[in-house]
């Protein structure tokens, strides 16, 4: 029996090295942050193309966070899913009270996934319902799949919480279609996220924003999660043409700032590009 067991955890051990063999720290993204003033940062990156995955601060990356307004990522699948919304083209009346000015109106779901509309997807999580939401939720695996009393707003108050490594094996899982959703509901909501189509890469994304109190003191907590193609040309082997193929990487990263003036909406962007064009995925003006 005691050999059995020595044995067993030998192999556990090995395999454990060898599932963490394509896992890479850098380091050197490190000062890019610095550079704005964030200390607080992590940034997972999967190449799919190499199975590598590339981290920044792999503490934090499997580390819980609120996922704030990227949750409308999930919560787009399950109104397409449920019917909820038929489609992209979902019309939710504005309840008329003042807020934002780009939220301020009628609008369908596309329009309110580009500006973050929360008061839209609030709307849309009653629409569905607790039952659905929850059962969707834990189907998913999603976090902690806590969604607390209220269905609409345990995305925002950190009562579901999801780490930077799980956004991104979420998000890898939502490219290929392997999420328990129609392959269309899926489609759609890629389609929802693409933020660039440049001439070298496309890149899609939802970010997140929640002001959580640390040590009784507010601090923005920022994320960015999605993924980008690479474009690239070749001639093809049986063809003998140009053929255009899309190299596909995901990323996550969050970051906190005690600066509550901080521009942290452009800044994730910057820091975003920055990464990808420092890993020569894309090229950074």
Not at 95 to 110: I, Y
Not at 173 to 188: E, G, H, M, N, T
Not at 246 to 263: G, I, L, R, V
Request: with cysteine; aromatic share 12%.
């Amino acid at each position: 029996m005691y050999k059995f067991l020595i044995l067993a955890m030998t192999v556990l051990t090995m395999f454990s090295a060898c599932q963490r063999d394509n896992i890479l720290t850098q380091d050197q993204w490190g000062p890019i942050f610095k550079k704005y003033g964030i200390d607080s940062a992590c940034f997972e990156l999967a190449d799919n193309n190499h199975d590598m995955i590339y981290i920044y601060n792999l503490q934090r990356a499997s580390k819980r966070f609120s996922p704030a307004s990227t949750f409308k990522i999930m919560n787009s699948l399950i109104a397409l899913e449920t019917n909820v919304a038929l489609d992209e083209n979902l019309i939710i009346p504005w309840d008329g009270v003042a807020r934002r000015p780009e939220w301020d109106k009628d609008m369908n779901l596309r329009e309110a996934f580009k500006v973050s509309c929360v008061p839209y997807y609030q709307a849309l999580a009653r629409k569905i319902g607790k039952v659905d939401m929850q059962k969707w939720i834990d189907t998913v695996r999603y976090g902690n799949k806590r969604t607390g009393p209220n269905v609409d707003d345990f995305w925002l108050n950190d009562t579901l919480q999801i780490t930077p490594d799980e956004q991104v094996g979420f998000i890898k899982k939502l490219y290929f279609d392997k999420l328990p959703f129609a392959q269309r509901s899926q489609r759609i909501v890629r389609s929802l996220m693409l933020q660039e189509d440049s001439t070298h890469y496309k890149l899609y994304y939802k970010t997140g924003t929640q002001m959580p109190l640390r040590n009784n003191k507010k601090v923005i907590l920022a994320w960015i999660v999605g993924f980008v193609e690479k474009r690239e040309t070749q001639i093809g082997v049986v063809t003998k043409k140009e053929e255009t193929n899309y190299k596909p990487y995901f990323f996550a990263m969050n970051f906190e700032t005690s600066d509550t003036t901080m521009n942290t909406m452009d800044i994730r962007k910057k820091l975003l590009k920055e990464i990808l064009a420092e890993r020569r995925i894309i090229i950074h003006d």
